[in-house]
């Protein structure tokens, strides 16, 4: 931790976000973002589709390098320690990255030897990870059996196995239907209520956020507000966070008009 | 359980713990154990990946067996191979041109596992690998290794057939041998068309037809007294090793950069074919001087020449020690370029692309 000086891992943020921007060619995907994420907290990027989510995601999972700023996970720079960093980072990504010919437990496995977890105690994980996302008992079907929401739940299974202390999700919900998309969301926010999990979560749905989250709003790079529920809404000075965020980012494009 | 995962449905989990450690604990150090665990996993999962894609599984075998039978039936007559090293005889042309389909097979496995690579990265799994807390040359290392394995797999099953193939066996030897896996075949394309048995049914099927051609194996060999190969099947490996990670390395290069290598025609006629047919592998360098000294300085700069040359020397037992200088520099070269291209701050993979690689 030597070249490491900044907030030591004790008191560190779960993610910190801290002036980061990116372009793929002349094409800006992220201007100046800075965001942070308390311990324990469930805080929700919302954007719609291009807002720069993904791209962010990209960053901070490490596939391409943040050029500009840094990026740090509970402390940890991704850059200069990055072992550190994503031994304590679970993602679910947009897409789905399930083996569909292989078996539930087969996929969960895997993921365990990737994070250097064996034998028995990979076992041991696999089973009760399928037991907090109540797909125990399907252990050995093949994920091509499975629904939508039942493969996103065996992703979250996935993600959790390493019991990483902050969690990223890239729009879990997409596509499921209103009975798995509550499942997914209450598998996620009571790992946050029990075991103090840090989570950040994308989405373009307004009905996912609660008032107890942090809210980030980003619109076209850029991050137009940080901060509570009711702050958003006594700033917009709206009812609901859907007209809050219109209205944010309405005026982002009249100025950028302008 | 069950009851247990019914309430959970609903998100109210009874337990979150995953392991005696607790949630935010300070993670383990990741210690040599930790690294050969990945490493297994990686392999494990390419050879399980492959071994439950039937069709590709199928058409690996047959795409050689076709040129070994066919083609180099055929061709046995209009081309005499001379005396060269490491043949100490005459051979037949089916004997020639082993060490070239073995080398085909490694060359197909790598353009496809380069694919399932590029398809990897847009379906997301590439991206699994790639958040995984070891250093990602080590990532990416493994993978190829992986990819080795599967492509080991089908030449040793290739090899076998030849085997037989070189038993001239009389009566039914080729039918009881042939029996398992044309049973299992017409069996499967049965089943895909009607869908009346179970994935389980075909499973019990596969297993009882390997013991049928495990047992008709050991009865064709004792009954026909065949003797050991004629080529030496063992110090192959390492040989296929080799070349499958020159292969392998250049394949997964040419996947971190060429956007186009997405169809896998373009792969054929761009790669596979030139690299084939512009080699050793089919016809001895000595016969293509003949004929155009210009196709020939092409072939000898044609790295895959190099690799089925190192492939036929050990199937002889012998190590052909210029081409097997020049397959191990075009590894260090091919697989220092891909790691550079998947480094994430130099690398060409951020250069591509929006976020639409993975998204």
Redesign the interface.
């Known amino acids: 931790m030597a070249d490491d000086p900044n907030p030591t891992e004790a008191s560190a943020p779960a993610l910190v976000v801290n002036n980061v921007s990116h372009s ?2 002349d ?1 800006a ?1 992220l201007k100046d973002v800075s965001l942070e994420i308390p311990r324990g907290r469930f805080v929700v990027l919302l954007g719609l589709n291009g807002a720069g989510k ?2 962010l ?2 960053l901070i ?5 943040n ?1 500009t700023g840094e990026i740090r996970i509970f402390g940890h720079n991704i ?1 200069r320690r ?3 960093a ?4 679970g ?1 679910v ?7 569909l ?2 078996s539930l437990k ?1 996929n969960l ?10 034998g028995s ?1 990979a076992r ?2 696999t089973e ?2 399928l ?7 399907r252990a050995k079907e ?1 994920v091509r059996n499975l629904s939508g929401g039942q493969s996103r739940r065996v992703e979250i299974a ?1 993600s ?4 990483p ?1 902050l969690l990223l999700l ?1 729009e879990p919900t997409v596509g499921l239907d209103i009975g798995s998309r ?2 997914v ?3 996620v ?3 946050v209520e ?4 840090s989570v950040l979560w994308a989405t373009h749905l307004f009905d996912e956020v609660r008032p107890t989250d942090l809210v980030v709003v980003l619109h076209k790079g850029r991050v137009l507000f940080t901060g509570t529920v009711p702050e958003m809404l006594a700033k917009t000075e709206t009812k609901t966070v859907s007209d809050a965020f219109r209205k944010l980012t309405g005026s982002a494009t009249e100025e950028l008009a302008a | 359980m069950t009851a247990m995962s019914s309430t959970i449905q609903h998100g109210s989990a009874a337990t979150t713990s995953i392991s005696e450690q607790a949630w935010g604990a300070e993670p383990p150090r990741l210690g040599l154990r930790a690294y050969f665990t990945c490493f297994k996993g990686i392999v494990w999962r390419e050879v399980l990946r492959y071994l439950h894609q039937r069709e590709r599984f199928m058409s690996a075998l047959v795409r050689p067996l076709i040129w070994l039978f066919i083609f180099a039936a055929g061709f046995r007559q209009t081309l005499g191979v001379s005396i060269i090293p490491p043949y100490e005889t005459y051979v037949l042309y089916e004997v020639y041109v082993v060490p070239g389909l073995l080398g085909m097979i490694l060359l197909f496995n790598a353009m496809q596992s380069s694919l399932s690579m590029v398809y990897d990265r847009e379906t997301g799994a590439m991206r699994t690998l790639l958040v995984s807390p070891f250093p990602r040359s080590f990532l990416l290392v493994s993978k190829l290794i992986g990819g080795v394995a599967v492509a080991a797999i089908q030449a040793y099953v290739f090899l076998a057939i030849f085997y037989f193939w070189e038993g001239e066996l009389t009566g039914w030897g080729y039918p009881l041998l042939l029996a398992a896996p044309a049973g299992i075949f017409a069996l499967h394309i049965f089943n895909s068309a009607t869908e009346m048995f179970s994935e389980r049914f075909m499973q019990r099927a596969l297993m009882v037809a390997g013991a049928f051609e495990i047992g008709a194996i050991i009865a064709v060999i004792y009954y026909w007294n065949l003797g050991p190969p004629s080529m030496n099947y063992i110090a192959v490996a390492p040989a296929l090793v080799v070349a499958g990670l020159m292969l392998g390395s250049l394949a997964l290069f040419m996947s971190s950069v060429i956007k186009q290598l997405e169809n896998f025609a373009g792969v054929m006629n761009f790669v596979i074919f030139p690299m084939f047919f512009a080699s050793s592998a089919l016809y001895p360098l000595w016969r293509v001087k003949e004929s155009s000294m210009l196709l020939y300085e092409l072939c000898q700069l044609n790295p895959f020449t190099h690799a089925v040359e190192v492939i036929r020397f050990a199937l002889y037992g012998q190590v052909d020690w210029p081409s097997l200088g020049i397959v191990l520099a075009c590894t260090a070269v091919f697989l220092g370029a891909a790691i550079y291209a998947y480094n994430p701050s130099k690398g060409l993979i951020a250069r591509r692309g929006g976020p639409g690689a993975g998204a």
Do not use: W
């Open positions: 793929f060619g094409n995907a993904s791209t995601f990209a999972t490490r596939l391409y390098d050029v850059r990055a072992m550190a994503l031994q304590r980072l993602v990504f947009q897409s789905r990255t399930l083996d010919d292989l087969q496995l895997y993921h365990c030897a990737l994070h250097g977890i064996h105690e041991r994980r009760r990870a037991q907090i996302v109540g797909l125990a008992d093949k996935r959790l196995l390493h019991q202390s890239d509550e499942s969301v209450n598998i926010r009571s790992l029990k075991e103090g999990l």
